[in-house]
């Protein structure tokens, strides 16, 4: 069975920084590309961050890009979102989803993502 399970997530001041995890389980993960998204209320959700395993290779939103950073660790079988200078504006459910690598030059947030952790809050105080 298929399982992504985020951590991490809290709450914040501005100016500080949290680091997200996913934990994958039930695949190869050498084999998978992940996404981080995030959904504020009454928002749309919005891919921030992607990787693919295999060779690393990175995708960022303009929002978030110089302020967070994804990495993964084979050993653990998890993905990680670094995210530094948090705004209040950052505040959001955070998600990680995982789709069969497609091999293609970067993997973005357009999918399909058929696997879905359930989401971690970040809060970030004024």
């Known amino acids: 069975e298929v399982q992504l399970v985020e951590s991490g997530g809290g709450l914040v001041q501005a100016g500080g920084s949290l680091r997200l995890s996913c934990a994958a389980s039930g695949f190869v993960f050498d084999d998978y590309a992940f996404c981080w998204f995030r959904q504020a209320p009454g928002k749309e959700r919005e891919g921030l961050s992607c990787?693919?395993?295999?060779?690393?290779?990175?995708w960022y939103a303009d929002s978030v890009k110089e302020r967070f950073t994804i990495t993964s660790d084979n050993a653990e079988n998890t993905v990680f979102l670094q995210m530094n200078s948090l705004k209040p504006e950052d505040s959001a459910v955070y998600y990680c989803a995982a789709q069969s690598d497609p091999g293609v030059h970067v993997v973005t947030p357009a999918g399909p993502w058929p696997y879905w952790g359930q989401g971690t809050q970040v809060t970030v105080s004024s």
């Open positions: 990787i693919s395993v295999s060779d690393g290779r990175e």
